[in-house]
Antibody, heavy 119, light 111 residues
Framework: QVQLVQSGAEVKKPGASVKVSCKAS????????IGWVRQATGQGLEWMGW????????GYAQRFQGRVTMTRQTSINTAYMELSSLRSEDTGTYYCARAGDYDDAFDIWGQGTMVTVSS | QSALTQPASVSGSPGQSITISCTGI?????????VSWYQQHPGKAPKVMIYDASNRPSGVSSRFSGSKSGNTASLTISGLQAEDEADYYC???????????FGTGTKVTVL
């Protein structure tokens, strides 16, 4: 079935970087954009950016520009989101999601990856 | 770019209808058709319920409907059921620097 499977939970120290993976299966990986959404614990959703897996083109929310990098490895149908210079406010769950058959709406979501930033 | 404004909570009894509003500006909700609504149960990933302001994805109950007027989009849940109790978020494309923006979220309680 169509699914996105993300890498496991991470614990990082302030100032470090984290790289979350998102493996697609059940559909043509290069046929749909991938977006990344963050959710701090007990808080709302926050759009981080998107990537076109075919071209590698990206677009980032301004508040993350300079700290976030979205990449992909098409040979293994996997997208990546790397966030650098981590601070405690970056603690939360990170989701990848596919912009699929419904214009730009995210129709398939990963299970989420919990990232904890703590000294 | 501020989040779109939603009421913090909405409640209703089983069988009733409720409406959740999502207010933005002309640079986002008011300027584009790209408004989506997501349902999120605790500990789960969001699920798309409405796209392009008023369209329902395949498999989503017809009890969910969406509309847009000016800078405000709305999600209506009719025939409220216990399983509808969840958090709901709107989302819109924006011509400002974030590209997309989510709403503040609304907790729906079924009494």
């Amino acid at each position: 079935q169509v699914q996105l499977v993300q890498s496991g939970a991470e614990v990082k120290k302030p100032g470090a970087s984290v790289k979350v993976s998102c493996k697609a299966s059940g559909y043509t990986f290069t046929g749909y954009d991938i977006g990344w959404v963050r959710q701090a614990t007990g808080q709302g959703l926050e759009w981080m950016g998107w990537m076109n897996p075919k071209s590698g083109n990206t677009g980032y929310a301004q508040r993350f520009q300079g700290r976030v990098t979205m990449t992909r490895q098409t040979s293994i149908n996997t997208a990546y989101m790397e966030l650098s210079s981590l601070r405690s406010e970056d603690t939360g769950t990170y989701y990848c999601a596919r912009a699929g058959d419904y214009d730009d709406a995210f129709d398939i979501w990963g299970q989420g990856t919990m990232v904890t930033v703590s000294s | 770019q501020s989040a779109l404004t939603q009421p913090a909570s909405v409640s209703g009894s089983p069988g009733q209808s409720i409406t959740i509003s999502c207010t933005g500006i002309s640079s986002d909700v008011g300027g584009y058709k790209y408004v989506s609504w997501y349902q999120q149960h605790p500990g789960k990933a969001p699920k798309v319920m409405i796209y392009d302001a008023s369209n329902r994805p395949s498999g989503v109950s017809s009890r969910f409907s969406g509309s847009k007027s000016g800078n405000t989009a709305s999600l209506t849940i009719s025939g409220l059921q216990a399983e509808d109790e969840a958090d709901y978020y709107c989302s819109s494309y924006t011509s400002l620097n974030t590209l997309y923006v989510f709403g503040t979220g609304t907790k729906v309680t079924v009494l």
